[in-house]
């Protein structure tokens, strides 16, 4: 009698699995071990499917498809093995047939960025941004695949919404911010990739002004030639008990009222203001930001000019807000973010606020 084809399966998967450990191991059942793989689409040699660990995970995922702790030691058996390309398709089919699963996203696209197959990584990163579209991280994964892809427009918008989705300002690494400064370099927008720069810094002067920094602002400032504010100081007064500090700004002439806020990368508009300031937009650009409405849809753009009583700063990059989402509060037209502000030498205590034209860079 000629054996059948699953017998001689069982038979090899078996003489391998007792081979490569020098004991007997439970039986497997091949047909089992084959469905699963051919679920999550992976195709491995047998030799490597039939040892363990493989074989165990994928014993695991066979008696319960959508076992998180199963798929994530089937993903780390597999990138032991060599076998990356097959861990982050298992990761990714996991995902999609067990309802949307982020961690698994999440490692299928570092796998991804370090095989250098960066459309894949843009795909699955935007596949988890769907599943979590408040989360910074899929974001920055996105960023860091258009960025290595030489796509450093998509890559400013990412890192850009990045940072603002961040929860926690005080705990955010410089990554994103130097990250988002190279890829304005890389277009040669040597002006601009000073403002994620003086971003980080203000955040923690104590921390984050160091030589490293200083000298980042200090090359870029040379290579762009880059003009600072001008005027003289003006001081304002820090309101309570909110501590908000409202300013009169004006935008290509046209005049409203802002928020200063240290934390926003950018100077943001509520699009009504915007249009009647007649700031440049790009259209193409995408970013989202937190608002007093939860998160907002924004696009990129420049002002010609921007000033706050006698200080004036040419040439700056705004964000635009949805006006659904774009809500600074009763009166407020936007929030003065360190676009302008890193043009100045700002000092805040609890009583005042005090800009001034800073040394030449």
């Known amino acids: 009698m000629i054996p059948s084809l699953k017998f001689l399966c069982s038979l090899i998967v078996s003489y391998v699995a007792f081979s490569a450990t020098g004991a007997a191991q439970a039986p497997v059942d091949v047909d089992d071990l084959l469905t699963t793989m051919e679920r999550l689409a992976i195709h491995v040699p047998m ?34 093995a060599g076998y990356r390309r097959e861990a982050a398709t298992a990761h990714i089919r996991f995902s999609a047939t067990c309802g949307g699963h982020a961690p698994s996203l999440r490692i299928a696209v570092n796998i991804l960025l370090k095989l250098s197959d960066y459309s894949s990584a843009v795909r699955v990163a935007s596949n988890l941004i769907t599943l979590e579209p408040f989360n910074d991280n899929g974001y920055f994964l996105r960023a860091l695949a258009h960025d290595r892809a030489g796509s450093a427009q998509k890559a400013i918008d990412d890192y850009v919404t990045a940072i603002e989705l961040f929860g926690n300002k005080d705990k955010i690494s410089s990554r994103g911010y130097f990250s988002l400064a190279r890829s304005y370099e890389k277009l040669g927008q040597f002006c601009d990739a000073i403002t994620p720069i003086e971003s980080w810094v203000g955040l923690n002067p104590a921390r984050n002004d160091t030589s490293q920094t200083r000298s980042m602002i200090a090359d870029y400032a040379k290579k762009g030639n880059c003009t600072i504010g001008v005027g003289k100081q ?128």
């Open 234 to 361: 003006e001081v304002f007064a820090v309101s309570r008990p909110y501590n908000n500090v409202k300013l009169p700004v004006s935008v290509n002439g046209m005049r409203g009222n802002f928020l200063l806020d240290t934390g926003a990368t950018f100077v943001s508009l509520k699009n009504s203001f915007a249009e009647k300031a007649k700031v440049q937009i790009d259209q193409e650009s995408a970013v989202r930001l937190h608002t007093a409405n939860g998160i907002g849809e924004g696009k990129r753009g420049r002002a010609t000019v921007i000033e706050l009583r006698s200080l004036q700063a040419k040439d700056v990059p705004i964000v635009v807000q949805d006006e659904a989402k774009a809500s600074y509060g009763d009166g407020v037209d936007g929030l003065l973010g360190m676009s302008f502000l890193s043009r100045f030498k700002v000092t805040i205590d609890t009583h005042q606020v005090k800009i001034s034209p800073r040394d030449a860079r």
């Open 47 to 80: 030799e490597i499917a039939g040892r363990d660990p493989i074989r165990r995970h994928l014993g695991e995922l066979s008696r319960e498809r959508c076992d998180q702790q199963a798929i994530a030691d089937l993903g780390s058996a597999l990138d032991k």
